[in-house]
């Protein structure tokens, strides 16, 4: 068990949780995620939290059997913070009335909250500062408070709830209806700095400790068991294949799936990276013929998607049915795949891409799954690959999609388009990287067009390709803006694609943000 102080958050199935664990992470607080159901008594005085966040989640607490903490929760004597169904939790559990949406003014989305009479406790120091005397939140609830429990006072309002924040000073038990976890709520982080501060936190958790923690629950789970991970030469797998083989050694061995689609000398870099510098266990599966051949002829892009997804699971088995005795499948899964892959309204939600590295890889091999990372957001893997001594080159390295260059290639892939592609594309980094841009830009690539065009070079007509350079701004990948590249930049750049590249003689550049563009072409 860790020495540092422990913050409990009581999961009520909001979609947001983790975003309040990344808040605390922010102010260096120890904190574990909990589902309400596992939260008993015992649990509760084993735990010894030094404080209670009581979760979000899409329930009433009017329906009978709806979720609850444990009473004890209430006992402890250590601050408790409710937010949106935990507030409505807490109201209703010390004496409050909550009331269905239907007489209520249900709210969603932007609110503004304006602070009540009297005086501002230390909960909402930082708050109200602006000169305009309100705060923005995000509200997503359809319940509301209309009682507040005794002992209670109210520090804020808005429009929709009158009870938008609440407190029993006392006990140090405060309650807010919006989600101050979220990036719509600006000045959110600062409610769970206070709140932590009046806990006592002294901020002593880094990402130091998390390295200790992580390799301590590896071990603990894999045992001496053996652990399969799937390289892909990216942030994410190489972050997880570092930390799994620092908790459980040679019991680890990695695959590397190559499946030709991938950039300039990248495969050589990842198995020279793993294999010489970090001595991992690592199989090269060299299957280019095998993917380039089924995708022969290919040009929708779910199709490709479909097929390269259908062959790294058939690849990836053949070569890990060579290692005997393996029970676990390691994967870099973060934060936002796990939020991605389920719908925020709870119905079924569209798909948009087909992503291949969530699939059903772990079903069909009958493993078990080691996701050491599926708590954190890409930022937070970085500083944890800087912890884990990863090179910094590599750890800043933008990411690249599973399908590869297989959808920035449009239409048709041919070996000869995707020379074309990789070339172009490696003058295009290089561009950036001597002007100094590649860490300002999420993301940044070339897609080949499936046109040809007219060109003249020196005294004669050129018939060849049309290329796209993409580059964006983003925080998550979720959003992003296109990069406003200087025009000087752009028209270098053009210049020398064309004259080193052979095979392209125009080149434009892609300025949509997403949305409604996505980020990759396809
Ligand atoms: P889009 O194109 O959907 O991409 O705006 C958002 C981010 O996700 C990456 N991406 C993928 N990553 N497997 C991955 O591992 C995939 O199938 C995949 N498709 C898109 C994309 O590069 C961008 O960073």
């Known amino acids: 068990m860790t020495q540092h102080d422990r913050l409990l958050i009581i ?28 939260v008993t008594d015992t649990f509760l005085e084993e735990f010894a939290p030094k404080a209670i966040i009581f979760s979000g989640g899409p329930d009433s607490v009017m329906r009978e059997g709806s979720p609850r903490p444990p009473k004890r929760a209430y006992e402890m004597g250590v601050p408790i913070l409710g937010i949106c169904y935990g507030q409505q939790v807490m109201m209703h559990d010390l004496g409050g009335k909550v009331e269905a ?36 939140v995000w509200m997503s609830h359809g319940d509301h408070v209309s009682e507040i429990a005794p002992g209670f006072q109210v520090l804020g309002t808005s429009p929709g709830a009158p009870f938008a924040i609440t407190a029993d000073l006392e006990r140090r038990f405060y309650a807010v209806q919006f989600h101050p976890e979220v990036h719509h709520t600006p000045h959110g982080k ?40 799937g390289l892909s030469g990216g942030v994410d797998s190489s972050v997880a294949a570092v930390l799994i083989h620092e908790a459980i050694g040679d019991q680890l061995t990695c695959v590397f799936v190559d499946h030709g689609l991938l950039r300039l000398n990248e495969a050589e870099e990842v198995v020279t990276m793993f294999r010489d510098h970090y001595n991992i266990p690592l199989i090269h599966a060299d299957e280019s013929e095998l993917f380039l051949g089924e995708l022969d002829g290919v040009s929708d892009p779910e199709e490709k998607r479909k097929t390269i997804g259908r062959l790294f699971i058939d690849v990836f088995q053949k070569y890990a049915s060579e290692i005997e005795g393996a029970e676990f499948l390691a994967q870099g899964t973060l934060y936002p795949d796990v939020i991605e892959s389920v719908s925020f309204s709870g119905g079924p939600s569209v798909t948009i891409k087909s992503h291949h590295n969530v699939g059903g890889l772990p079903e069909k091999m009958g493993l078990k799954l ?47 388009k995707l020379e074309i592609l990789r070339k172009a594309d490696a003058v295009y980094i290089d561009q950036i990287r001597k002007h100094g841009l590649y860490d300002e830009i999420w993301q940044a690539f070339v897609a080949i067009l499936p046109v040809r065009t007219v060109g003249v070079m ?22 992003a803006d296109y990069y406003p590249f200087s025009h000087d930049f752009l028209g270098e750049t053009a210049t020398r694609i064309i004259n080193e590249v052979r095979g392209i003689n125009r080149v434009t550049y892609d300025v949509t943000s997403k949305p409604p563009g996505t980020i990759e072409w396809e």
């Open 190 to 229: 600062t409610l769970y700095e206070n709140f932590i501060r009046d806990a006592g936190f002294t901020g002593d958790w880094t990402m130091a400790s998390y390295r200790d923690e992580a390799i301590r629950l590896i071990r603990e789970q894999v045992g001496d068991k053996k652990v399969i991970c």
């Open 458 to 479: 020196g005294d004669g007509r050129t018939y060849d390709y049309a290329c796209a350079l993409r580059a964006v701004t983003s925080v998550d990948g979720m959003t």
């Open 101 to 136: 949406g239907e007489h209520a003014t249900a709210e969603f989305g932007r609110a503004w909250v304006t602070p009540a009479d009297g005086p501002r406790p230390d909960f909402l120091a930082g708050w109200f500062m602006d000169g305009s005397g309100r705060e923005q």
């Open 370 to 416: 080691v996701e050491p990372l599926r708590e954190l957001f890409k930022d937070e893997v970085r500083a944890l690959g800087h912890e884990l001594g990863l090179p910094a080159s590599f750890i800043g390295r933008h990411p690249f999609p599973g399908p590869g260059l297989a959808i920035r290639c449009p239409g048709e892939i041919t070996r000869e």
């Open 11 to 38: 999961d009520f199935g909001s979609q947001v949780t983790q975003l309040i664990a990344r808040r605390l992470r922010e102010l260096n607080v120890y904190c574990e995620i909990h589902p309400y159901q596992k």
